[in-house]
């Protein structure tokens, strides 16, 4: 069909209802979950979502690797739409930093007038996440360091440097694990655990799909889905690495460090 635009108008897609069909499901089964503590439906639409993901990525990448439908004007309204995305998660994040302030800076009768609340233990901020933050760190400077190579047209040094940052992402997250498995609280100890665990568990889980976003660009690579003037999926999936890297800074500081 001709067109005298240089926009992709998408084709009709099944993913985007049948995901969100998912989602409400894995919502309710997870309601379930809390109350009856069978994770196996959970499981099961946890991995009908990943299916769907990947599906719906496999669509994109054939959109924009083999039909050529992301013009210049497309992927910068991408770009675009990713700086928005960021930004809401910004906010996401900025309400449960609000609530931290909130509860700490003035703690009520019920937390016995302190924070950390009383009898309350709090994590060391020199062991596991000073490792996690030099983790990190160390993540964002081998990420850098994939972009500038795919850059210069460097695809082994790009495809080095992807591969240390997906390692030093799943060793953050074996960390986190562990963290949590030892902690001396859980979520339902005042308002404490559940502001700590709901709010690292948020970046957790960032830090998770920012994991598989960067899998699936070092996949891309290997089958020389990118060049240097067209990788927008893996500079798309960096700018969100980073992201993750700057909520985590402002997380270790504020309730590892300042709030211990």
Same mark, same amino acid.
């Given at each position: 069909?001709?067109?005298?635009?240089?926009?992709?108008?998408?084709?009709?897609?099944?993913?985007?209802?049948?995901?969100?069909?998912?989602?409400?499901?894995?919502?309710?089964?997870?309601?379930?979950?809390?109350?009856?503590?069978?994770?196996?439906?959970?499981?099961?639409?946890?991995?009908?979502?990943?299916?769907?993901?990947?599906?719906?990525?496999?669509?994109?990448?054939?959109?924009?690797?083999?039909?050529?439908?992301? !013009? %210049?004007?497309?992927?910068?309204?991408? =770009? /675009?739409?990713?700086?928005?995305?960021?930004? *809401?998660?910004?906010?996401?994040? +900025?309400?449960?930093?609000?609530?931290?302030?909130?509860?700490?800076?003035?703690?009520?009768?019920?937390?016995?007038?302190?924070?950390?609340?009383?009898?309350?233990?709090?994590?060391?901020?020199?062991?596991?996440?000073?490792?996690?933050?030099?983790?990190?760190?160390?993540?964002?400077?081998?990420?850098?360091?994939?972009?500038?190579?795919?850059?210069?047209?460097?695809?082994?040094?790009?495809?080095?440097?992807?591969?240390?940052?997906?390692?030093?992402?799943?060793?953050? !997250? %074996?960390?986190?694990?562990?963290?949590? =498995? /030892?902690?001396?609280?859980?979520?339902?100890? *005042?308002?404490?655990?559940?502001? +700590?665990?709901?709010?690292?568990?948020?970046?957790?889980?960032?830090?998770?799909?920012?994991?598989?976003?960067?899998?699936?660009?070092?996949?891309?690579?290997?089958?020389?889905?990118?060049?240097?003037?067209?990788?927008?999926?893996?500079?798309?999936?960096?700018?969100?690495?980073?992201?993750?890297?700057?909520?985590?800074?402002?997380?270790?500081?504020?309730?590892?460090?300042?709030?211990?």
């Amino acid at each position: 069909m001709k067109k005298n635009h240089q926009f992709h108008l998408v084709d009709p897609s099944p993913w985007p209802i049948i995901i969100s069909m998912i989602i409400l499901n894995y919502a309710s089964f997870l309601i379930l979950y809390f109350n009856t503590n069978n994770s196996i439906p959970m499981n099961i639409f946890l991995l009908l979502i990943l299916f769907t993901m990947f599906k719906w990525w496999n669509d994109i990448q054939r959109e924009s690797t083999f039909q050529g439908n992301h !013009t %210049f004007n497309v992927t910068n309204s991408m =770009k /675009y739409g990713m700086i928005m995305f960021i930004t *809401s998660e910004v906010l996401f994040f +900025f309400s449960f930093f609000w609530s931290f302030f909130h509860h700490s800076l003035s703690p009520n009768m019920e937390m016995g007038l302190k924070w950390p609340p009383m009898n309350i233990i709090s994590f060391n901020p020199l062991h596991i996440p000073l490792l996690n933050t030099i983790i990190l760190l160390s993540s964002g400077i081998s990420v850098t360091w994939a972009h500038s190579a795919m850059m210069n047209n460097n695809f082994y040094k790009t495809k080095q440097s992807l591969m240390i940052t997906i390692m030093l992402g799943l060793y953050f !997250t %074996f960390l986190q694990y562990y963290e949590y =498995k /030892y902690s001396p609280f859980c979520i339902s100890d *005042s308002i404490y655990g559940s502001t +700590f665990f709901i709010t690292t568990g948020f970046h957790g889980i960032h830090v998770i799909i920012g994991t598989m976003f960067l899998i699936h660009s070092f996949f891309r690579m290997q089958m020389l889905h990118f060049s240097n003037n067209h990788h927008l999926g893996m500079e798309l999936s960096i700018w969100y690495w980073h992201f993750v890297d700057v909520v985590w800074l402002f997380l270790y500081m504020t309730i590892y460090w300042w709030g211990k």
